[in-house]
């Protein structure tokens, strides 16, 4: 779906991802894995043309991305993007969030609304909170309206920036249920950040795991247990081990 050739990018000093060359697979999920500041986000917004690259192309579907955003509509009418956080507008209520692009189309109401009780059985919301603001939502809920928001257009790419990362314990526990359970019915191609591990094994097919914006490697969480690219990779995986007694580690 996604092919990344030679791709890199700076932001004045920094570089954020040196150049790399990487392939996501159609219909699979691939989770982006590494410490804070990394090049997670970076790499996800390369995808939907959020950000260009300095050096190198993405191509989605065998066909670079456009550039200037007139071309690059139609893209992204094809990819949904959850930001980190979520950024939902605060001034909208959870159904004005989820069905905006909808009615920036002009998207028949009945259409709309179809779409909308689809997306609120999917992911478990309460309807009856569809007309809350964001800051009367519950974290999880939050979630739950970003997500819908990603989905209402019925995208072939889903993307999503630490979708569950400010969330307690159990919510994030029942969200992630939620989310592979998601994943499983709508054999999207999704791409996932996230920075920890146990997550990145039960969501993803396949791990990209990063640091200091280079992949390090690529593959099934049992290959990188199994036979780790690099030391780091081994050091990223005891370090997020539970603790013996129970507690857990990072
Ligand atoms: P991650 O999502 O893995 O935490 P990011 O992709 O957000 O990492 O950031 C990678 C690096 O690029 C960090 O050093 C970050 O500070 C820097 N960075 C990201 N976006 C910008 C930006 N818009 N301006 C300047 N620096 C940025
Ligand atoms: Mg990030």
Request: hydrophobic residues 40%; contains cysteine.
């Amino acid at each position: 779906m996604y092919e990344l050739q030679g791709v890199s990018k700076r932001f004045g000093s920094t570089q954020a991802l040196h150049p790399l060359t990487l392939r996501l697979p159609t219909g699979r999920t691939t989770v982006l894995l590494g410490p804070s500041g990394c090049g997670k986000s970076t790499l996800l917004r390369l995808l939907n043309g959020l950000l260009s690259p300095d050096t190198g192309r993405v191509l989605f579907d065998g066909q670079p991305l456009p550039r200037d955003t007139e071309a690059l509509l139609p893209v992204r009418h094809r990819v949904g993007y959850a930001l980190q956080g979520g950024g939902l507008f605060p001034h909208l209520t959870g159904e004005e969030n989820v069905t905006l692009m909808a009615r920036h189309l002009r998207w028949p109401a009945a259409r709309t609304r179809e779409r909308l009780g689809a997306l609120v059985e999917l992911t478990r919301f309460p309807v009856e909170a569809l007309g809350r603001y964001p800051a009367q939502l519950s974290g999880g809920q939050r979630q739950r309206v970003a997500l819908m928001r990603a989905l209402m257009l019925d995208p072939a790419v889903l993307l999503l920036d630490e979708p569950l990362g400010a969330l307690d314990p159990l919510v994030r526990h029942e969200l992630q249920g939620d989310l592979r359970a998601i994943f499983a019915r709508l054999r999207k191609t999704v791409v996932l950040v996230t920075h920890d591990l146990a997550e990145a094994g039960f969501l993803g097919d396949d791990i990209v795991l990063m640091r200091d914006g280079r992949v390090v490697q690529q593959g099934g969480l049992s290959e990188l247990e199994a036979q780790p690219a690099d030391p780091f990779v081994t050091r990223f995986i005891q370090a997020q081990r539970p603790m013996p007694g129970g507690g857990a580690a990072a």
